[in-house]
């Protein structure tokens, strides 16, 4: 039988270790570039191009090119050896005739390198503070609904915040390891958060249900026994269950190609600390506001 709660004070000041690592980046990512994350074409507006070279290309030269025919402000990321994808701030109608002469303006500047448009996105401005806007209220509804059920469910303050925390932590979590690797914030990422809340708090209410059930029949006997032996009894479901869902999208991140990119490394991201937090989060934050038996 393996004392989960053992480590529970390592954990605890792990997750608020990386959760200052988190804060601290964020400031200096601030001061230094004016913004903290990047964010896709989905919430700044703006047009997005992702072309194709028949040869290896360095981005820095794309980015040049466009500034020299008229698009000093664009962004540019590469994308393996031959992709390089394109962001300007330019809002049109026809997105597909503005991708169009971005592709002629290279490729008449790097003639010896075929040119392809893969893909093209265009939002206006309004449209993607809207976007912004309604994507925060999303996360911020689940989890006064996730609040809600977990208290009727278990009818308990400490269950209920020992849910919530977690859930919490799990998003902070994911927008740090973002924050860290410099991934960008778009639509798919708020698509992937909500999908690992609603998973992580599933996983949650099997280890509370078990906790619940031993109380009742155990009174008496300490709660750190209890809660130890109920995440022992549920480890070989929560493991089955990461491992089932996990593999999955580690297949999408690797195959998937660098348009499921980062929503599949969201979504590994999330499970993995989604798992964590049932254990090492939600647990012992119940086991300190709940009333002794």
Avoid: C
Avoid at 18 to 35: D, H, K, W
């Amino acid at each position: 039988m393996i004392n989960f709660l053992k480590y529970r004070k390592v954990t605890a000041l792990s997750s608020l270790s990386l959760l200052i690592a988190f804060a601290v980046v964020g400031v200096y990512r601030y001061q230094t570039r004016g913004s903290a994350y990047r964010y896709s074409v989905d919430f700044t507006g703006g047009t997005q191009v992702l072309f194709a070279f028949d040869q290896a290309v360095d981005s820095s030269l794309v980015r040049q090119i466009l500034a020299d025919k008229g698009w000093p402000n664009a962004n540019t990321r590469e994308f393996g050896e031959n992709e390089v994808l394109v962001r300007v701030k330019e809002f049109e109608g026809d997105a597909v005739g503005l991708s169009e002469r971005m592709r002629s303006a290279i490729q008449q500047t790097m003639t010896d390198n075929n040119v392809r448009t893969l893909q093209t996105e265009s939002v206006g401005s309004g449209v993607g503070a809207d976007l912004r806007e309604k994507s925060f209220y999303a996360m911020a509804i689940a989890l006064l609904f996730m609040l809600g059920y977990i208290a009727f469910r278990f009818w308990s303050f400490a269950f209920a915040t020992g849910a919530i925390v977690a859930t919490i932590h799990d998003a902070l979590f994911m927008l740090a390891i973002f924050l860290f690797l410099d991934r960008e914030i778009s639509i798919n990422f708020i698509a992937a958060v909500l999908t690992v809340l609603g998973y992580s708090i599933n996983d949650t209410i099997v280890i509370f249900s078990q906790i619940r059930e031993y109380m009742k029949k155990r009174k008496g006997e300490a709660l750190e026994t209890i809660v130890n032996d109920s995440l022992n009894y549920t480890l070989r479901r929560t493991m089955l269950t990461s491992i089932s869902t996990g593999l999955p999208v580690i297949v999408m991140l690797i195959f998937g190609g660098e348009a499921l990119r980062d929503f599949s490394l969201a979504l590994l991201i999330g499970i993995i600390f989604g798992t964590y937090s049932s254990v090492y989060v939600a647990s012992p934050v119940m086991m300190l506001l709940q009333p002794k038996q």
